[in-house]
């Protein structure tokens, strides 16, 4: 059986096992049970995906969560997969009824953590947080265990109902480090500091060449000591860290997320080595419009996409607006810069029902001693009808943004309604859709993941910057579409497309970028806009905007009345030369120019110091510049190929101008 990703003229990928074509949908839970895999089956679902667990812990270190399973890697060279064929025969009794993507969970079990603890992660007081990403030993280990399972699935009645691996590891199967509180900083092991200095070596080559850069004289990569959580968390130059300066903290957390991107294209490669890449792989990760925490490792995205040996990414939906009505539902990450590598991006529709019910009801046995998983996010909404309206939402993004999507049944039971059931049905045949159409985005909104090693360790400011500031731009009228700032420097980036581009962090342009910019953006009437500290390398001057910045200097603009960002930032001020031939759109609480934007001889040009612009501004600076706008009410509209849709914002007639 052969499996890959076939796509569309929509831009959108299928799934093609053999001669047969496959919707890139399926179903999820944690609570299996196989009347509602025979329910879903009955209603024409063919894919689903199950956990199955090497080891006997549970998915995460700080919340009292216990394992959903006992964990098939008993012991060296020990497996039982007992548990793994029970749950695989409840999705396909016989291995014909459906096909199946498993997410293989390769945290440590804890006879592994007794027999090797010297490859274990460590905090910077010595406590253990499971396996080192940088440990050889446990990628070894737990690679073979992959390869048995493989070996057990290909001598089953489901050789050819598995048509790839997820592969997962760390908090909560999403590959970030294990912490038990946030503070907790991570990984102080020998075995990370080890390979550290080996990433160091290969990145410098000689130790004179860091010493340049990092103005230091260490006589030895081996000697170079890792950054104290001190020196993480602190942030000399305010906002950003002092390029100069702060160097070798900057380079540790490029490290740090390329860490955890290495470790999953390791698994990735020896699934593809060991099934002759007749399977899929794929993995949670990059989740750089929700987590805005460097930290947590995910900061990588554009290492991992440049890998062929991996398939598909995925995310859940964001957690951003997830229950407010009249919001947008955004991406976690970027899409687009995934299909653009020919990777396809499936979003975890995790959507709470009216019918979810708390953990410790359908998973008892599992279930921290603790309340953690009663309210909050965890708990559903009120009704049935609003449950409706927020599992519409989250289908119209996957449609219109082209993506896939898995029903996450979490605890079981929370899409048993014949309304939900019904709905989910029609989803799967329109995201099966091939036709084209008329809507496409004409903006391009680009975020660098690398960029977030040059700020504070969770700098507030971050959040009006990239998390919160998809609000606004979810309500600016028109649809956008979400990449990594690199890629404007590869050569199948569709700069024609775009009227417009918007530019989040971009605080650090290297020259490919630059080159790209100059040769792809800088015509043809195209807006350009750069928002807050955009080319801090060289204090805005090759936007057009020269700045300079103090961080004492706080501040907070005003447009049409509204207010951004909802509190004052630390931010810079234009110098006199920017505001030449440039109107000014918005200003600060002292009255000096915040939004600058200008024509130039081939395009336009726009520069906000403030984060977090609000939507009527974006709104405005669309419509100036060619970009067709659906919605002029602040609703949230999504469109793409032949599909339209609106979140209304409130309540009333609405009206949409149609492409055509």
């Known amino acids: 059986m052969e499996c890959k990703l076939l796509w569309g ?60 399973r006992s964990g098939f890697f008993c012991g060296p060279g020990r497996y039982d997969f007992e548990e793994v064929a029970q749950d695989l025969a409840r999705i396909a009794p016989t291995g014909k009824e459906a096909y199946i993507l498993p997410r293989i969970y390769l945290d440590c079990p804890k006879w592994w953590e007794a ?33 048995a399972l493989i070996d057990f699935i290909e001598a089953s009645p489901w050789k050819n109902a598995v048509i790839g691996y997820q592969v997962a590891a760390g908090g909560t199967e999403e590959w970030v480090y294990h912490r038990r509180f946030f503070t ?100 949670f ?6 987590i805005m925490n460097v930290d947590y490792g995910h900061h990588a995205l554009g290492k991992v996409l440049q890998s062929p040996d991996i398939d598909f990414l995925a995310s859940p939906n964001s957690y951003f607006g997830c229950r407010a009505k009249g919001e947008d539902w955004p991406y976690m990450a970027p899409v687009d810069s995934a299909r653009l590598h020919g990777k396809l991006w499936f979003v975890e529709s995790d959507t709470r029902t ?8 359908t998973l008892p046995q599992c279930a921290p001693d603790n309340t953690l998983y009663d309210n909050g996010v965890w708990a559903g909404p009120e009704t049935k009808e609003l449950s409706l309206a927020l599992l519409k939402k989250g289908i119209a993004r996957v449609l219109t943004g082209r993506t896939g999507t898995w029903w996450f049944d979490m605890w079981g039971g929370w899409f048993d309604a014949p309304e939900y059931r019904e709905l989910l049905q029609k989803a799967e045949g329109w995201i099966g859709d091939q036709s084209t159409g008329l809507m496409r985005a004409e903006t391009a909104v680009l975020v660098d993941d690398r960029a977030f090693a040059s700020f504070g360790v969770d700098d507030p400011v971050l959040y009006d910057l990239i998390y919160k500031q998809r609000s606004p731009l979810g309500k600016m009228g028109a649809p956008y579409d979400f990449y990594l700032l690199s ?15 918007i530019f989040l962090n971009a605080v650090n342009l290297e020259e490919p970028v630059k080159q790209a910019i100059r040769e792809k953006l800088q015509k043809d009437d195209r807006l350009l806009l750069w928002i807050y500290l955009a080319d801090a390398a060289n204090g805005g001057v090759f936007t057009g905007f020269p700045w300079v910045y103090t961080p004492d200097r706080m501040g907070q603009a005003i447009y049409k009345g509204a207010a951004f960002p909802e509190k004052p930032v630390s931010c810079a001020a234009f ?86």
């Not at 990760?285 to 929700?290: I, L, Q, R």
């Open 9 to 68: 003229q929509d831009g959108g990928a299928r799934i093609r096992i053999d001669d047969k074509t496959l919707s890139p949908v399926a179903y999820m839970t944690y609570a299996p049970e196989a009347e509602r895999f025979a329910s879903f089956r009955a209603d024409g679902l063919k894919l689903y995906s199950i956990g199955i667990y090497a080891g006997d812990q549970g998915i995460n270190s700080h919340s009292g969560l216990r394992p959903f």
């Open 115 to 147: 027999e090797h603890p010297e490859e274990l992660c460590r905090d910077y007081r010595g406590n253990a947080l499971r396996e080192s990403f940088a440990s050889e030993k446990w990628r070894e280990d737990m690679g073979g265990a992959l390869e």
């Open 184 to 283: 907790q900083y991570a990984d102080y092991s020998a075995v990370n500091h080890r390979r550290y200095s080996r990433w160091l070596r290969d990145s410098y080559e000689t130790v004179e060449a860091l010493n340049r850069s990092w103005g230091t004289d260490y006589e030895d990569f081996d000697r170079i000591p890792l950054p104290t959580p001190l020196e993480r968390v602190c942030c000399r130059g305010g906002v950003l860290r002092d390029f100069r300066t702060e160097r070798p903290v900057m380079d540790y957390y490029v490290y740090h997320s390329e860490l955890i991107a290495d470790a999953i294209l390791y698994f990735c490669r020896r699934v593809k080595a060991y099934t002759h890449g007749d399977r899929l792989t794929g993995a």
């Open 285 to 290: 990760y990059g989740y750089v419009g929700e």
């Open 354 to 361: 009216h019918l979810t019910r708390p953990m410790k009801e």
């Open 487 to 501: 890629d404007l420097a590869d050569g199948r980036f569709p700069a024609e497309a775009y009227k417009a581009v």
């Open 575 to 660: 110098t006199p030369e920017a505001a030449e031939g440039a109107y000014v759109l918005a200003s600060t609480d002292d009255g000096r120019p915040a939004v600058l934007f200008r024509r130039e001889k081939a395009y336009t040009a726009a520069y906000s110091l403030l984060p977090c612009l609000p939507a009527r501004l974006l709104n405005d600076l669309l419509a100036l510049s060619g970009v067709h706008v659906y919605c002029f009410t602040e609703d949230v509209v999504y469109a793409g190929g032949q599909y339209i849709a609106i979140h209304a914002a409130s309540g009333g007639e609405k009206r949409l101008y149609l492409p055509q």
